[in-house]
């Protein structure tokens, strides 16, 4: 089955701690993407990669951190120093034949 | 800042009327766009697209309408269905401005039987 998978679904952290979110890919896409979402808000860029081994900071990058080892993969680390780490995470595929970003099922974050 | 915006942040229609949700730009340097919808606690599906060289495009009961004089996108369902209650986003795509899709606050539509 093609498509984006994220994992886990549901976190929850305690203040303090980094966690790791994870985006596994087989569409075979160059860009992935991270998006942050808050209740009753749209969606906010926080890192992207637009090849592997390369990642430029989105809008609201301050206290993530991401890696592009693989093209395959987009690993999401929030970091102690994001203040309001709890939403809801989105990772995403780009298809540049086509324009269109894919979406996976997202993981929702919970700091305790 | 965003330059994606919607109208309304909700919409409440009736089973069977036909529903318009709405949304400003204020780029024009934009030439692509999209309409996602978003049901709780998913990610966000992919209704239609349409680029700058085109007023409107329809799909199964979706169409978009693209207004570049006044920067206004426009998606239109007909006979609404209770399983068209979602959030609907739109988002930009702004020429030679990085790789990622900008995106509007929502529009929550409710479809009541």
């Known amino acids: 089955d093609g498509g984006i998978t994220q994992s886990p679904k549901y976190l929850f952290r305690k203040e303090g701690q980094n966690v790791t979110l994870s985006c596994e890919q087989n569409?075979?896409?160059?860009?992935m993407y991270w998006y942050r979402q808050d209740p009753g808000q749209g969606l906010r860029l926080i890192y992207y990669?637009?090849?592997?081994?390369?990642?430029q900071k989105g809008d609201i990058a301050e206290g993530y951190s991401v890696s592009r080892e693989k093209k395959e993969s987009f690993p999401l680390t929030v970091t102690s120093a994001q203040k309001n780490p709890t939403a809801f995470y989105l990772c995403?595929?780009?298809?540049?034949?086509?324009?269109?970003?894919?979406f996976g099922e997202g993981s929702r974050l919970t700091v305790l | 800042g965003e330059s994606v915006g919607l109208h309304l942040p909700t919409l409440s229609v009736q089973e069977g009327d036909n529903s318009i949700i709405n949304c400003a730009y204020s780029?024009?340097?934009?030439?692509?766009f999209i309409w996602y919808k978003q049901e709780s606690g998913k990610g966000p599906q992919f209704i239609i697209d349409?680029?700058?060289?085109?007023d409107k495009r329809q799909g199964q009961r979706v169409t978009v309408l693209l207004n570049k004089t006044v920067k206004h996108l426009s998606l239109q369902i007909a006979a609404t269905q209770p399983g068209d209650s979602a959030v609907y986003f739109c988002?930009?795509?702004?020429?030679?401005?990085?790789?990622?899709?900008?995106f509007g606050k929502g529009t929550t539509l409710s479809v009541s039987s």
């Open positions: 995403a595929t780009r298809d540049w034949d086509t324009g269109e970003l894919f």
């Open positions: 569409l075979n896409h160059d860009a």
């Open positions: 990669s637009q090849i592997v081994n390369d990642f």
């Open positions: 780029n024009s340097a934009s030439d692509y």
């Open positions: 349409i680029r700058s060289n085109m």
């Open positions: 988002a930009e795509n702004i020429r030679q401005a990085g790789t990622a899709l900008i």
